[in-house]
C-alpha cells in the first residue's frame, strides 16, 4: 500500500486532514486488535509506519491534530503523572442508607422537598452500586477524546489512553447521537478475571493482589496502556455529564440510550414506585450478590423524571434526587493485640486496636477505632450502655470488627467466654502520648455532659497536632499537593535539616528556596526522592501558589469547618481579606459582623464560636499571614447565573411559601447565584414574605428593604 501514498511533503491541507482522519482510525483499529484481541493483523514494522507518518503529518500541520490523534494516546502522559482534566460537570458522589427506615426518608424527603403527599406517583430506578471506579468518557462529533476519573470531582486525571484499551467502551457513538456527550459510569474488574490474574500471580511466584477494585483502579493508572488492556476492565454505563441535546427525559430512558449507543448496562436496573417495591428489590438484588461476577455494595436509587431531578438539584457534593442503599457491613473475628492512642489535628485521642490481621469482606484488617474511653467501657454517645451488658473492651480479647465500605472498620463486640483470666480493663491515657500535656474532656455548656472526646491541651506545641495540621492542609480537598502526602509530611516534619524542615503550611512554600541556597543539604540526594520527584513537587507545590479561596478555608483546618462550611464562607465573604475581617470584627463585637455570620444558613452558633476563637489566636493570624506572602486565594466565583436578577443578592424567606417547599425555593435561589440568608440585616436586598410572615417582615421594613410575595419573586427569577 506505501507506493499510493502521496509523500507528506505534498500533501495539501484538505488532503492531510483525510490522512490524519484515516491513519487515527487505522491505528486505533490496531490497537485494538493488539490489545484487546492478541492477534495483530499487521506487523510492528508496518504498524510503526502508520505512527510515523501520522508524525511527520502533524508536525507539517500542526493545526490539524486531531483530539483522538494516536500521538495524543499512549506514552503522552510524562512518567508518572497523568494530565489533569476539568470535568465540564462535577462528578458528585451519593448520600447513604442504610436500614429500610433510611430508605422510606429518603423517599418521603423527595416527596416533602417536592411539596407533593408520598402518594406513590414518583417514580424511581433502582440498580446495583458497582464497586469499582467512577469514570467520564467524553465524546465529541461521535468521537471518543477523553477518560477521566474522578478525581475530587472537579478535576480528575486524563486516563484516555488506558480507557481506549476497554474493549467495552466504545470509541465512536452512532450517528443519531448528539455532538457532545459524557457518559458516566463504573470501570471494574470481573471477580473471575481478579481470580485468574492472581493465579497467574502466584504460579509466578509474585505478590497477589488485594481486591478487585483496587486493582482495577491500578490498571487504569499504569502509564503503560499495554499493561492495562491485559487486565481485561470491563464498564457499566449509568449517569452522565455534559449533553449538548438530552436524548431522553428520564433516567431509565437515558440509560436504555446508552445501550442503544453501544454501552454495557447493568441487567438488573429497575423502575419502582412504591416503597416496598424498591425495598424488595434491594432484598433481591442482595439475594443474587454473591453469584454476580462482579463486587456491589448497595443499591442505587434515584427519582425517573429528569425534570423532577433538576428540581431537587444538589447540595454540595451528592444530589437530592439520588441515595445509595449499602448492604450490612462484613464482621469478622480476631484479637486485639494492643491499644495505641492516635492524636488529630484538633487533638483528639482516639484509641486504635492493632488486630491480628484479619480479611473481612475481601480486605485485609490489622487496625480498627475504637472511637473513644466510653466506647472501650461500653457506654454510648448517650451515657446508654453499648454491647450485650455494656462490657468493656480489654487488650488480648476475642473481637467482632466490622468493615463498611471506605469507613473505617471498628470493633464491635467482644466474645467474653473468651476472655483470658488475667485481662485487664483498659486505662485511658490522661496525658497526650505525644506531647504529656493534659488530655481533658470538656463539658457541653448546654447539656453540662462531657464530650465523648478526650482532647490533648498542648495545641501548638503538640507535634502531633501539628502534623495533622499540615497532612490536612495537603490533602486532597485542601491544598491537594501531589507528591506530598501523609508519609512525605512524616518526613518533611521530622528533619531538622533547615534546608528540608516543613513544621508549618508556609514552610511548604520555601522548601524550594531552601533548597536552592546552594550549601544546604539537597532533597534529591535523600534516598526515595531523586531529581525528577523533587523537581515535580517543587512544580506541584507551585502550582497551588493561587488556589480557590474555598479550598484555602478548609485548609486551614479550623474545627468543625469542613467542605461544605468553607464554600458557604467563601461564597459568603467573598474574598479572603473580607472574611478574616468579619471573623475579627465577629469576634470583638458580637454585633452586625456575628449576626452576619451566623445569618449564613448551614452556619450554627457551635461552628461561628469555633472560627471566631480560632481567629482570636494570634499564632494562627501569625501562620495564617506568612502563608499569604506565599499564596493567593483566589476570590469566590462570582456567583454563576450572574445574568439572573437575582445574582449576588442575598435573600430571606419568611412566612409560607405556597408554590414552593422553602427547601425548594432556597435551592433555587441559590442556583441562580443569590445567599439565602435566615436572617434579616441591613445587607438583606430581597425579603420574600409568604402569608403569615411576621418579625421579620416588619424588621424588612424598618431597614427599607425591598419586599415582595412569592409570585412576585416567581416573576423576578423566571428565566
Ligand atoms: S450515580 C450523581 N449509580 O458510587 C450521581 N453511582 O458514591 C452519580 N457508583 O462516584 C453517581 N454504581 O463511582 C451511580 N449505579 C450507580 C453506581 C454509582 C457505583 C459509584 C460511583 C460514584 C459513587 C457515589
Known amino acids: 500500500m506505501a507506493e499510493q501514498l502521496i509523500p507528506v511533503e505534498e500533501l495539501n491541507e484538505e488532503q492531510a486532514r483525510a490522512e490524519l482522519e484515516r491513519l487515527s482510525a487505522a491505528i486505533a483499529h490496531h490497537d485494538a486488535l493488539y490489545h484487546g484481541e492478541d492477534k495483530p493483523e499487521v506487523s510492528d514494522a508496518d504498524y510503526d509506519a502508520l505512527k510515523r507518518r501520522n508524525d511527520a503529518i502533524e508536525e507539517r500541520f ?78 465529541e462529533n461521535r468521537k471518543l477524546v477523553t477518560g477521566a476519573t474522578r478525581g475530587d470531582g472537579t478535576t480528575g486525571e486524563n486516563v484516555t489512553a488506558n ?85 431522553a427525559d428520564t433516567q431509565l430512558g437515558m440509560v436504555k440510550t446508552f445501550e442503544r449507543w453501544g454501552f454495557p448496562i447493568n441487567p438488573l436496573m429497575s423502575r419502582l414506585s412504591s416503597v ?66 492516635q492524636v488529630g489535628r484538633t487533638g483528639a485521642l482516639t484509641p486504635v486496636a492493632r488486630l491480628t490481621p484479619i480479611t473481612v469482606g475481601g480486605v485485609v484488617v490489622t487496625n480498627a477505632t475504637l472511637h473513644n474511653a466510653d466506647y472501650i467501657l461500653g457506654i454510648g454517645n448517650n451515657g446508654e450502655r453499648i454491647r450485650e451488658e455494656g462490657h468493656d473492651i480489654r487488650i488480648g480479647d476475642t473481637v467482632i470488627v466490622q468493615r463498611a ?141 493561587s488556589i480557590a479561596l474555598n479550598r484555602f478555608i478548609y485548609a486551614l483546618g479550623i474545627r468543625h469547618v469542613g467542605e461544605t462550611t468553607a464554600k458557604l464562607l467563601a461564597r459568603s465573604y467573598g474574598s479572603y481579606a473580607a472574611f478574616e475581617e468579619g471573623m475579627k470584627q465577629a469576634g470583638s463585637l458580637h454585633g452586625e459582623a456575628w449576626n452576619e455570620l451566623n445569618a449564613i444558613d448551614g452556619i450554627g452558633e457551635v461552628v461561628a464560636t469555633a472560627i471566631v476563637e480560632f481567629f482570636k489566636e494570634e499564632r ?42 422553602r427547601d425548594e425555593a432556597k435551592a433555587r435561589a441559590e442556583s441562580l447565584g443569590a445567599k439565602v440568608s435566615g436572617s434579616v440585616s441591613k445587607k438583606t436586598d430581597i425579603l420574600v414574605a409568604g402569608p403569615g410572615a411576621g418579625s421579620k417582615l416588619s424588621k424588612a421594613q424598618e431597614l427599607g428593604i425591598q419586599t415582595m410575595d412569592e409570585d412576585e419573586w416567581l416573576a423576578l427569577i423566571a428565566p
Not at 509 to 535: P, Y
Not at 632 to 639: L, R, S, V, Y
Open 405 to 545: 465500605g471506605d469507613v473505617i472498620p471498628q470493633v464491635l463486640d467482644v466474645v467474653l467466654e473468651k476472655r483470658k483470666s488475667d485481662a485487664e480493663p483498659y486505662v485511658f491515657p490522661s496525658k497526650c502520648p505525644v506531647c504529656g500535656s493534659h488530655a481533658v474532656r470538656e463539658k457541653n455548656e448546654k447539656t453540662g455532659k462531657l464530650d465523648s472526646v478526650t482532647r490533648c491541651t498542648g495545641g501548638f506545641i503538640c507535634k502531633a497536632q501539628a502534623k495533622e495540621h499540615l497532612k490536612h492542609f495537603v490533602s486532597r480537598n485542601a491544598f491537594d499537593i501531589e507528591g506530598l502526602g501523609t508519609k512525605q509530611i512524616d518526613f518533611f516534619f521530622d528533619s531538622e535539616d533547615p534546608a528540608i524542615t516543613v513544621r508549618t503550611a508556609p514552610d511548604i512554600f520555601t522548601l524550594r528556596e531552601r533548597q536552592e541556597a546552594t550549601s544546604l543539604t539537597k532533597l534529591e540526594n535523600i534516598e526515595g526522592f531523586g531529581r525528577v520527584s523533587v523537581r515535580k513537587l517543587f512544580d506541584a507545590i507551585d502550582a497551588r501558589r
Open 276 to 341: 416496598e417495591a424498591i425495598l424488595d428489590h434491594y432484598h433481591q438484588i442482595g439475594l443474587k450478590r454473591p453469584d454476580l461476577d462482579y463486587d456491589i455494595d448497595g443499591v442505587v436509587y434515584k427519582v425517573d423524571r429528569l425534570d423532577l431531578q433538576q428540581r431537587l438539584g444538589f447540595r454540595s457534593r451528592s444530589p437530592r434526587w439520588a441515595t445509595a442503599h449499602k448492604f450490612p457491613a462484613e464482621q469478622a473475628f480476631t484479637t486485639i493485640e494492643t491499644i495505641d492512642i
Open 62 to 139: 500542526p493545526g490539524l491534530v486531531r483530539t483522538d490523534s494516536p500521538s495524543q494516546r499512549v506514552g503522552a502522559a510524562p512518567a508518572g503523572i497523568f494530565s489533569q482534566v476539568t470535568h465540564a460537570r462535577p462528578m458528585l458522589s451519593l448520600d447513604n442508607t442504610f436500614s429500610d427506615e433510611d430508605v422510606r426518608d429518603f423517599v418521603n424527603s423527595v416527596y416533602r422537598f417536592l411539596g407533593q403527599l408520598p402518594d406513590g406517583s414518583i417514580a424511581f430506578t433502582a440498580e446495583p452500586k458497582i464497586d469499582g471506579l467512577s469514570m467520564s468518557l467524553r465524546y
Open 163 to 247: 480507557i481506549r484499551t476497554i474493549g467495552e467502551i466504545p470509541d465512536t457513538l452512532p450517528d443519531d447521537a448528539p455532538d457532545v456527550v459524557e457518559v458516566r459510569g463504573e470501570v471494574y474488574m470481573a471477580k473471575s478475571d481478579f481470580m485468574a490474574l492472581n493465579a497467574q500471580m502466584e504460579a509466578d511466584g509474585k505478590q497477589t493482589y488485594v481486591n478487585p477494585r483496587n486493582t482495577a483502579a491500578g490498571s487504569l493508572r499504569q502509564l503503560d496502556a499495554k499493561v492495562t488492556a491485559s487486565r481485561k476492565l470491563k464498564f457499566f454505563a449509568y449517569a452522565w455529564g455534559e449533553m449538548s441535546e438530552m436524548p
Open 620 to 661: 494562627n493570624r501569625d501562620v495564617i499571614h506568612r502563608l499569604l506572602e506565599k499564596v493567593t486565594p483566589e476570590d469566590a466565583e462570582a456567583p454563576q447565573a450572574s445574568d439572573s436578577p437575582v445574582a449576588g443578592k442575598t435573600v430571606v424567606f419568611t412566612g409560607s411559601l405556597e408554590k414552593f417547599t
